[in-house]
T-cell receptor, first 110, second 115 residues
Framework: QKEVEQDPGPLSVPEGAIVSLNCTYS??????FMWYRQYSRKGPELLMY????GNKEDGRFTAQVDKSSKYISLFIRDSQPSDSATYLC??????????FGAGTTVTVRA | DTEVTQTPKHLVMGMTNKKSLKCEQH?????MYWYKQKAKKPPELMFV???????INESVPSRFSPECPNSSLLNLHLHALQPEDSALYLC??????????????FGQGTRLTVV
């Protein structure tokens, strides 16, 4: 079993829809949770960062962490074609090693 | 400024060549990382430097040799690579330690092709 599970998709939604992404994990020591967006042939761009459980909102993006269920989510409201990318969840405990999900490929159709 | 700058953006090298990848950040981060990413896969950690000292080496072959000359710079020296080493090489940086403000920022990567 992988330490972080993420459905690779692909996920295709119409413009303006809500995109819902999630990851589950098995390591209860994880405390730091990140979502990255990666366009083709580019480096990952940090979208959201959450320490421990709770919700965080930044513009059209909302990140949720439920440590009791070992489940994290990212919601993208009013999706745009420019949101078409691969979304990677990542998490770590108190060391430096980020554990990544497989990444979900999202296409927003105009 | 949350920028991590990597050079070159693209590199083609033969199996007998020696080349270096460079990474620079000016965010005051004291942890710097090298990752390798193959197509349609997540990044894989190679090395971590903390306060300019190598703290993690993920059993990377010796043909990859990291170097951290100072707190802003990170190099990856390449020698006698194999075609299967072709990948996107990513540099990242963060504040070390625990607590908030320790998220990792990535550069745009160097796309390496070994011929």
């Amino acid at each position: 079993q992988k330490e972080v599970e993420q459905d690779p998709g692909p996920l295709s939604v119409p413009e303006g829809a809500i995109v819902s992404l999630n990851c589950t994990y098995s390591n209860s020591a994880f405390q730091y949770f990140m979502w990255y967006r990666q366009y083709s042939r580019k480096g990952p761009e940090l979208l959201m960062y959450t320490y421990s459980s709770g919700n965080k909102e930044d513009g059209r993006f909302t990140a949720q962490v439920d440590k009791s269920s070992k489940y994290i989510s990212l919601f993208i409201r009013d999706s745009q074609p420019s949101d078409s990318a691969t979304y990677l969840c990542a998490m770590r405990s108190n060391d430096y090693k980020l554990s990544f999900g497989a990444g979900t490929t999202v296409t927003v159709r105009a | 400024d949350t920028e991590v700058t990597q050079t070159p953006k693209h590199l083609v090298m033969g199996m007998t060549n020696k080349k270096s990848l460079k990474c620079e950040q000016h965010m005051g981060h004291r942890a710097m990382y090298w990752y390798k990413q193959k197509a349609k896969k997540p990044p894989e950690l190679m090395f971590v430097y903390s306060y300019e000292k190598l703290s993690i080496n993920e059993s990377v072959p010796s043909r990859f040799s990291p170097e951290c000359p100072n707190s802003s710079l990170l190099n990856l020296h390449l020698h006698a690579l194999q075609p299967e080493d072709s990948a996107l090489y990513l540099c990242a940086s963060s504040h070390p330690g625990q607590g908030g403000d320790t998220e990792a920022f990535f550069g745009q990567g160097t796309r390496l092709t070994v011929v």
